[in-house]
Structure formats: structure tokens, C-alpha cells
């Protein structure tokens, strides 16, 4: 819970604090007002404060969100989860927007990944329960921005419980989350937010000429179903923007096997589509007017007698015919085939993809920047004033003939590898193979989807949520928000 409150009614307040304020709290010289640095000192009446340092330099979302996560750690680590938080300084330095990211930062530092123990029976993972959830209250907002503080402070909450969501299920292992409990995991939260949803099993991924996903899908005893999210709020007359994201739950490579030490993050693979799932689910908890339609593919990548080998060839929901070069690259099947979907079943205006497609990504933007292509400027700027609001970076890279030409088959229409460099580009060009020609922007998060040594005080070991935030602002601008 956390709410505006008039007056502070905790025994222990955080307050956030620069250099300058240092010598009026009683800290010794201690507390420098350091960016990021915490502080415990006596406060008012017997209470407790913790100082959080907010440093020099302007206050930009992400160190908004820093700021919100470093005091409820702090907090946490003191098994503190009733607190109040004096956001008078921040005010002061930053727009009211600045309470949704210092609640979204909140939400996010206070986030722990499901752990799966004792010897209960069913569903292994109930998230509610794990979560101790903190009950904070927000103080010190000056009297005329109390209605935009409120809802901003809702808007945070929404998004950090969005985020919050994406990752519990990326951090699931493999074996507890297969492709039919996403399914089940999604269309329970969308009857929550009132989203309609449908999904193809594997008989109708057959009847419907889904191929490709199919191709992939049987490399698994698991089956494969496609799950499409209607969020319609506009009504089912005006065209929908059309978001598809990479739902692998598992990915050994196939054929293709991983090597041993590739293999701790397979269960991550599906972070693409737990983006499109998170993003639509707070969409339709804000009723944010805009059309959206995901589309999540989602199989594993494993060996079985019926798995693919290099040298095959399949056929696609778009009726191009597939070369397998290499099983390892299936995350492109399947957008395929659902970039296809959208287009041609559903009828999007434009189409998005998100996935964890390439090492190369990784290679070259690392951790904290995720790749981004595409072949329409419009729908790039809208998307660069997105991400802008959400405070996730990305890149653009380019895109020539000369790398089409990297994936042209001698025995088939186009084969699913190009050449050992830009392997980030044709993966990328691949997708747009099947985008029928509508505004196309693909999203590469191979490496923010994961991180083994956090980055930024609102991440923890495991999955961070990339993209939903960014897919959620996307759409604020496709509202004209
Ligand atoms: N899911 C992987 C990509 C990936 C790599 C995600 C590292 C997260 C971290 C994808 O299916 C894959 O295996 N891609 C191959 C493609 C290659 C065979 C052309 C890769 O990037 O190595
Ligand atoms: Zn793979
Ligand atoms: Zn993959």
C-alpha cells in the first residue's frame, strides 16, 4: 500500500537530502548528501529518519527511480515495511511527474524473485503471498499538487506492480513455467484488467497454417499455443497497433544445443512476451484509450525425434518457406509467424516486436542498452519520445540491402542465419521479412531482459522488467497522452 498522507503518522520517515542540508539533521559530518547514500539519524519526537542522499546533478527518471529503491532497501535489509517518505525535497528539484518514478523505483527495489520450497502440492509460485508488500505513507506535498500527485503516485504503483509481474514470471524456472502456465499466468491477470484474450493451441497453430511456430513447438513434449490479447478500448473498428513478443520458456538451442555454460538464462527467453503481457495489463488498469493487440508465440526449444535440424526446410503463416540454418536462432520463427498473424488475421496498423533474440545485442550495447531497429521514422519518434518517458535506454542500428541479401536461400525463399557479424541486423530483418510491408520497430533486449550483476539500485540478479515501461509510454503516445 501506498498512499498520500497529510501528516506523517510513521515512527520512521525517509528524507531526501543534499549537501547543503547535511549539518541541519544531527549526523556528525557523517551524511554528505551524496547521491545515493542512506543515513540513519534521530529525528523528531523519538522517531527514526533515513537521509537519502540526492546529490548535485538534476534528477532525470532514472536516478528517480534509484532514489526510491536505495531507501526501501535500506529499510528492507532493517525488516522496516511501515515507513513514510517526505518527497518535499524532490518537489522541489522535479515535476510532480517525478512521484510516479520514485514510486515506480520503490515498488521495484522492494521486488523478490519467487523462491520455490517446502513440499506444497498444485501451483508451485503464489506470488501475493510471498510478497510482503510495503505499506508507505507519502508526505510532504505542497497543497496544490495533490490531485496530480495522486494520480501520478497511482500511475507509479501500476507500473512498478507491471514490472514487478514481468519479472516474476521471467525469474520462474523452465519446468514450473511452461508454455500452457504462461498462458494460464496471462489470461488470469487480463481477466483481472478485463482484457480479452484468446489462445491457439497447438491442433489450431496446426489448422491455421502457423508453421513455423509449430516447426519450433514440436522440438517439445510440452505443446506450443499462440496467445493473443484484444485490449480494445476504442472500439473493434479502429486499427489496433500490434505488439508480438518472443514467449520461449525454454531454450536449450535444439539441435543446435547450447553450450553447458550458455545455458543458466534459458528459462529468460520469453522475457519479450512477458513485456507485451505486462505493458497491456497496465494499459487497461490506466484505460489508457488506445488499441492494442499482443500476440505471444509460446514454446520451448529443446530435442525430441520431431525437433528441427539444419538443413530443413518449413513453410510460415506468411507462406514464405523457411531454410533452418541453425535451430538455435527459433526466436525469429516464431515472431515470424506472429508478426504474420497480426498483420494478416488481425489486421494491425503497424507492428512491434520484443524479444531476446541475439548475443550479439549483448556484444555490442551490453546490459543497459537495448537494440532497436526499424524501417519507419514516424514510428521511431514516437518511439524515442517513449522511452524517453520511461527512462530505459536503446539504440538504433542501421540497416542496408547488403544484409538482406545475407539471408537469401539457395533452396528456399530465406533462411533463418546470416552471417557470423551483424547478427543482430538480419535477425532483425528476418522479422521484417514477414511484416507485409506495415510501419515496422523491433526491440532487441537479449541483454537488459537479464542481469547477473545489477546495474541500477532498482534491479536485483534475475529479470528486470525491460520494455514494459517503454511499451506502456509507446501506447500513452499512440493515445496522444
Ligand atoms: N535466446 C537466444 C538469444 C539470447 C542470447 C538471449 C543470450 C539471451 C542471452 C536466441 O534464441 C539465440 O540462441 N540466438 C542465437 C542466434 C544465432 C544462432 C544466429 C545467438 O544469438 O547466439
Ligand atoms: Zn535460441
Ligand atoms: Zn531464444
Redesign the pocket.
Known sequence: MISIAEESTRRIRVRFADGQDGSSYRTEGMFRGEYLQTFFTPGEEGSLCLLTGIGEKDLGILQLKELGAVCVCRLKEQGVSKFSVDVGKILQAAEPKALCHLVEGMLEGWYEQPVISGNGKGKHWDGEKRRNAPDVQICGIPGGFREQAQRELELGVTLGNAVNWARDMVNMPGNLFTPNDFAEEVAEKMGEAGVAWEVLDSAEIRSQGLEALQAVGESSGRDACLMILRYLPLGSDVPAVGLAGKGVTC?T?GY?LKPADSML?IKG?MAGGAAVAAAIYALAREKVQVNVIGIIPMCENRISPSSLVPGDVIGSYGGKKIEIC?T????RLLLADAVSYGVKHEKVKKVLDIA?????V?QTLGFSTAGLLSDDEDFCREFSRAFAASGERYWRLPFYEEQERMLKSRIADIKN?GEKHC?TITAALFIRAFAESRPWLHLDI?GTAWVDTPLFAFQSKGATGAGVTTLYRLMEEEAGI
Request: aromatic letters at 0%; charged letters at 20%; glycine letters at 26%.
Open positions: 531454450d538451442g543446435c538464462g527467453d541453425n538455435d536462432a527459433e526466436g531476446t533474440l541475439t548475443g550479439a549483448v542465419l547478427g537479449a
